[in-house]
């Protein structure tokens, strides 16, 4: 059955180790990465983000995970326990710091191609760098995604009886976000 992530995390320590201390939050943000992903990817979650915050003893390294059809607190429960042990071992962190792992939420920005997939058929607000139908904020259904763009479909009219397909190039998307409860 493979490997522990445990086991898993410490075999890459060898590697990580020799990235050294000093870093700044990018490097250190490296670091925790290098050291997370095998671990989530061994527990068959998702790294979607980490994130390193403030000094000294008030440090806050938070990682965000997720699946197809989510994750559960037994989930971040395991991560967490795996990765404390894996970070303790590289020590990547020179004093106390706080170890914050969860899942997305269902309103987090979209950034990659694969968020997008995975909300295909959800309402989206998306804010775009140039007004669409004199609107800086777009409302609608997404109804594709491909390399080049997304397709919203957007209801418009009277009593938004009338529907309208807009394709969004990537390069337009400020912002992109679930819309909670539509």
């Not at 037994?74 to 792992?101: G, I, K, N």
Request: proline share 4%; net charge positive; hydrophobic share 40%.
């Amino acid at each position: 059955m493979g490997e522990s992530p445990l086991f898993f995390a410490l075999r890459l320590l060898k590697t990580v180790a020799s990235l050294g201390r000093g870093l700044d939050r990018t490097g250190l943000r490296k670091q925790v990465y290098d050291i997370a992903d095998p671990i989530a990817k061994a527990l068959n979650l998702e790294l979607v983000e980490v994130q390193c915050h403030g000094k000294g003893r008030g440090s806050v390294i938070r990682v965000t995970l997720d699946r197809e059809g989510g994750i559960g607190i037994r989930d971040c429960e395991q991560f967490h326990h795996s990765l404390s042990h894996a970070l303790d071992v590289a020590d990547p962190v020179p004093h106390a710091y706080r170890l914050e792992v969860s899942s997305p939420g269902i309103d987090r920005p979209l950034k990659q191609l694969k968020d997008y997939q995975r909300v295909l058929g959800k309402v989206l607000r998306v804010k775009v760098q140039e007004q669409v139908q004199g609107q800086q904020i777009v409302i609608g259904r997404l109804s594709a995604v491909n390399p080049e763009s997304v397709v919203l479909t957007v209801r418009s009219g009277k009593h938004r009886a009338n529907e309208q397909d807009i394709e969004l190039p990537w390069d337009a998307i400020i912002e992109a976000k679930q819309e909670v409860g539509l």
